[in-house]
């Protein structure tokens, strides 16, 4: 489809920044009366959201993709059947944008292949019919308007432009595969950014781990985190206070306030020392290999004041007596 037919019709809708936005095309084959739906144009946001390569996308002439690839499955059958019902009827009477619009519960799948719920607007553009070659296809366009974006999606695309505009990338440790402390920093100055523009919950972690020198202590630990976390949670290196005999890590629990991060986190701290190789080794001192100190994110937050509320959190459980050694500040 012509690009700058595409740019004319996007300028009737009023759009935000975050929208996705979709051309696309419903070939109705007139003879076998079967239905194909392909994309035709998706925007810069939009090729993030759904994780499209661009190598795809330049092809499309060659490799068509099909709208039904980014929906969840329930969403798919919806249309499918709806598409199934109206087959014996005329085509005037299989409207695509009726179809779409009377769907209560869109869905897509976005990163990672997550159902996501979202709002849809849906605009036809115009019919053409295709007769060319005796194949009796009508085609109709549409442009496809997503709207609320779940805000794990919307934290992704605000690290994105935040590290463009620093002109940075995330970058990893060589010995535990996570987030080194410069991207870590990075990390929770865009949180605090992103917080003054859209309230959100998280749980900000300070993990304290004994015995500096034993890396496979350190690399049990960050493995078993990361497998116990969510994978939009973050994990990193956060030796910011500079002691001389521990390792330290930022975890960030999102949608998690001080309460819900309590039973995270101590869920996450019997998990850890229950761990095979620190069982084996630190079965006598368990109670002294971690240490947990944690706040909730704040709409006037800054970095200084988060990190003085985890070094007092850690700082207060000296005084904990229980096996379990977790504290919050708020």
């Known amino acids: 489809m012509d690009q700058s037919r595409i740019d004319e019709e996007l300028q009737i809708a009023n759009r935000r920044h975050d929208d996705i936005v979709l051309v696309i095309r419903h070939d109705f084959y007139i003879e076998s009366k079967k239905s194909k739906i392909v994309i035709e144009f998706i925007n810069e946001y939009g090729k993030f959201f759904f994780n499209i390569p661009n190598e795809l996308l330049y092809s499309l002439n060659n490799e068509e993709l099909y709208f039904e690839n980014i929906l969840d499955n329930d969403t798919h059958q919806i249309i499918e059947e709806s598409l ?12 695509l944008a009726d179809i779409l619009r009377k769907i209560s519960n869109f869905t897509v799948l976005g990163n990672h292949l997550r159902s996501i719920l979202v709002n849809l607007r849906v605009f036809p553009i115009y019919e053409k019919d295709d007769q060319k070659r005796k194949r009796n296809i009508k085609s109709s366009y549409y442009y496809l308007i997503i709207r609320e974006i779940d805000v794990e999606m919307k934290i992704a695309q605000f690290r994105m432009n935040f590290l463009r505009n620093i002109n940075d990338e995330v970058t990893f440790d060589n010995i535990t595969n996570i987030s080194d402390l410069k991207s870590t920093i990075h990390e929770l100055k865009m949180l605090i950014e992103f917080n003054k523009k859209e309230k959100i919950n998280v749980a900000i972690a300070l993990i304290e781990i004994k015995e500096n020198q034993d890396l496979t202590l350190l690399n049990s630990i960050t493995n078993h985190l990361r497998k116990e976390t969510r994978y939009y949670d973050y994990l990193g290196h956060f030796n910011f206070l500079k002691s001389n005999n521990k390792n330290q890590l930022l975890l960030i629990l999102h949608g998690c306030d001080i309460e819900i991060g309590f039973k995270a986190l101590s ?36 970095f200084k004041k988060i990190v003085e509320r985890l070094n007092l959190a850690i700082k207060n459980n000296k005084n904990i007596l229980s096996e379990i050694k977790i504290s919050a500040v708020e």
């Open 267 to 302: 869920r996450l701290y019997t998990s850890v020392v229950g761990n095979q190789y620190i069982f084996d080794k630190y079965k006598n001192q368990r109670e002294n290999i971690l240490s947990i100190g944690y706040t909730q994110l704040k709409q006037d937050d800054n």
């Open 84 to 95: 199934d019902e109206e087959s014996n009827d005329s085509f005037k009477t299989k409207n």
